[in-house]
């Protein structure tokens, strides 16, 4: 037994746009928040897995099958039996565990750096996402994969799911002056598994109404990605808006998103929208400066919900 105490970091994301629609392969615009999850990993007499993250209440409890889920497919991934090697697994950080900020995936990337430092592999990046998304995959069924790559790269990206098999489009942006936003979440912590399955389901009952709301994300998409190579950040934010509708179209939404993103518009943000699985969990809100940061982020504390400010591209 060695006495090394090794860690790993895995950052918050946001979506800005294409939650869901990445899972059929459509892209997405993601970006890396500034807080982490970080793992620490050390020998020890018996296995023990100590989860400290800070959550949104009852969050882990929620999601404690998941959790498990994934710790076993990281052990099994990285070949380890806690019965020849037990060891002391922590998870710390100021990633406040809540969906729509990618808990589960910085859990995932984090676990795996540390795990490869503690067990001198020598991955590179690739690797450690290969890893996360295995862990991803077992804690909520078929994810897309855009989670764990922001989780472990970072930074702004294009990211799009190969339908096919093969590699995934990952796509950095680079944002030359950081870019405000407001995170905020509604208290609701979702299954990502369950809402992804209820879309298909209705994807299958309403496949006109799907094709219509595809057409107008692609739209949506090729004006933000042009917004976001000149960062036009008045298109930018209307478009969040007009990708906001079409969730609400397949049923995302919730009174308690719809109450957050009425605050942060008569505040004055730029554009706002649900990130994440939706039907809960968070909202992000494009606010340049930090004054329109701070009017909008005590807009929506003022009305009861607690929020986080970062940049894009952290
Ligand atoms: C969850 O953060 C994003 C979803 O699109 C699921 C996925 O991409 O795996 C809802």
Do not use: W
């Amino acid at each position: 037994m060695d006495g090394r105490v090794s860690e790993g970091v895995g950052y918050g994301k946001t979506i800005l746009f294409g939650e869901h629609f990445v899972v059929y392969g459509k892209p997405a615009i993601a970006s890396a928040i500034g807080s982490k999850t970080i793992a620490k990993v050390s020998d020890s007499d018996v296995f023990e897995f100590i989860d400290d993250r800070p959550e949104t209440p009852g969050y882990k409890e929620k999601k404690s099958g998941e959790i498990q889920r994934q710790i076993e497919a990281l052990l099994k991934h990285f070949k380890i039996d806690v019965e020849k090697r037990p060891l002391k697994i922590v998870l710390e950080g100021n990633l406040e565990c809540n969906s729509g900020v990618g808990a589960s995936a910085a859990l995932a990337a984090s676990i795996s750096r540390a795990l490869n430092q503690h067990l001198n592999l020598g991955m590179n990046d690739e690797g450690i996402n290969e890893a996360a998304y295995i862990a991803e995959e077992a804690g909520s069924g078929t994810p897309s994969g855009i989670d764990n790559t922001c989780s472990v790269y970072g930074g702004f990206i294009v990211f799009q799911k190969n339908v096919s098999g093969g590699r995934n489009r990952i796509e950095k942006i680079s944002v030359e002056t950081p870019v405000e936003i407001v995170m905020a979440g509604s208290g609701i912590t979702q299954e990502t598994k369950k809402v992804v399955e209820d879309v298909r389901n209705m994807r299958e009952r309403e496949p006109e109404l799907f094709e219509r709301i595809f057409k107008d994300y692609d739209e949506i998409f090729s004006r933000a990605k042009k917004a976001v190579d000149v960062m036009d950040l008045k298109e930018l934010g209307g478009l969040m808006n007009r990708n906001q509708t079409l969730l609400e179209e397949m049923t995302l939404s919730c009174p308690e998103i719809e109450e957050i993103l009425e605050a942060t518009r008569e505040a004055g943000a730029y554009g706002a929208k649900l990130t994440g699985t939706g039907r809960g969990g968070s909202v992000i809100a494009l606010t340049p400066g930090k004054g329109l940061q701070d009017r909008v982020s005590d807009a929506i504390e003022e009305i009861g919900y607690k929020t986080f400010k970062t940049s894009l591209g952290v």
